[in-house]
Nanobody
Framework: QVQLVESGGGLVQAGGSLRLSCAAS????????TGWYRQAPGKERELVAS???????NYADSVQGRFTISRDNAKKTVYLQMNSLKPEDTAVYYC???????????????WGQGTQVTVSS
């Protein structure tokens, strides 16, 4: 069984910072490409940032230069450092990862439960 657990969300004033964590646990052999998504009320879920096993990163235009995605393979954890937060960054943030489990050569997509980020003006 595999779990992805996000943490680090909260309420912050505009201009502030938060760091989100996405930790994989269970029968996890490796965590491969991982992405952070967000969904604001009434809007579709959108990709915010992603990182590959080779540490190649990709960012949405709206967060480029403010957010940084990184990973710690030993801890099976991916982080999203969010700086210069704006009210429009308010959303539920979800982690999605391609994970290989022990004893299975295939990778499967898993989602976390989400963590709320609220930025006040």
């Amino acid at each position: 069984q595999v779990q992805l657990v996000e943490s680090g969300g909260g309420l912050v004033q505009a201009g502030g910072s938060l760091r989100l964590s996405c930790a994989a646990s269970g029968t996890v052999s490796s965590v491969e490409t991982t992405g952070w998504y967000r969904q604001a009320p009434g809007k579709e879920r959108e990709l915010v940032a992603s990182i590959t096993t080779g540490d190649s990163t990709n960012y949405a235009d709206s967060v480029q230069g403010r957010f940084t995605i990184s990973r710690d393979n030993a801890k099976k954890t991916v982080y999203l450092q969010m700086n210069s937060l704006k009210p429009e960054d308010t959303a539920v943030y979800y982690c999605n990862a391609l994970i290989q489990v022990y004893g299975n050569p295939h990778t499967y997509s898993y989602w976390g439960q989400g963590t709320q980020v609220t930025v006040s003006s």
